[in-house]
């Protein structure tokens, strides 16, 4: 989908490039990112606890999670503590996810944003 037009809240400014990905499995269901709905992902400095998403660079696949990095690891965990550890040469820092929304029914419908607020988790 290119071009849609979405609904934000004001607590997510308009004056920044957005960015979004289908969620495709239900880790985070408990925050919002339920299966179907679309991540609402922003180019951003990214801080340990931060929700973010990565690419893995040999698939293209994107995974997310809460963000930390030691020695050159990078661990995506889920808020069922379950962690995948990733080489950071294996992935790259694709953005921070900050709201998501439904996929609508029709192309034209405008997505309506809620914005996700979340504890730090290290």
Same mark, same amino acid.
């Given at each position: 989908?290119?071009? !849609?037009?979405?609904?934000?809240?004001?607590?997510?400014?308009?004056?920044? /490039?957005?960015?979004?990905?289908?969620?495709?499995?239900d880790n985070?269901?408990?925050?919002?990112?339920?299966?179907?709905?679309?991540?609402? =992902?922003?180019?951003?400095?990214?801080?340990? +606890?931060?929700?973010?998403?990565? /690419?893995?660079?040999?698939?293209?696949?994107?995974?997310?999670?809460?963000?930390?990095?030691?020695? $050159?690891?990078?661990?995506? #965990?889920?808020?069922?503590?379950?962690? #995948?550890?990733?080489?950071q040469n #294996?992935?790259?820092?694709? +953005?921070? !996810?900050? +709201?998501? $929304?439904?996929?609508?029914?029709?192309?034209?419908?405008? =997505?309506?944003?809620?914005?996700?607020?979340? $504890?730090?988790?290290?």
């Open positions: 989908m290119k071009n !849609i037009h979405l609904n934000l809240p004001c607590e997510i400014s308009a004056d920044q /490039t957005f960015y979004g990905v289908c969620i495709k499995n985070l269901e408990n925050i919002g990112l339920k299966h179907g709905r679309l991540a609402l =992902i922003v180019r951003s400095d990214l801080k340990q +606890g931060d929700l973010a998403a990565f /690419t893995i660079i040999e698939s293209d696949e994107v995974v997310i999670g809460f963000y930390s990095e030691l020695f $050159g690891m990078i661990c995506l #965990e889920d808020r069922n503590f379950e962690v #995948e550890i990733y080489n #294996e992935i790259e820092y694709f +953005g921070k !996810i900050i +709201g998501y $929304g439904e996929n609508p029914i029709k192309q034209s419908m405008p =997505i309506n944003i809620v914005p996700i607020s979340v $504890g730090v988790m290290v």
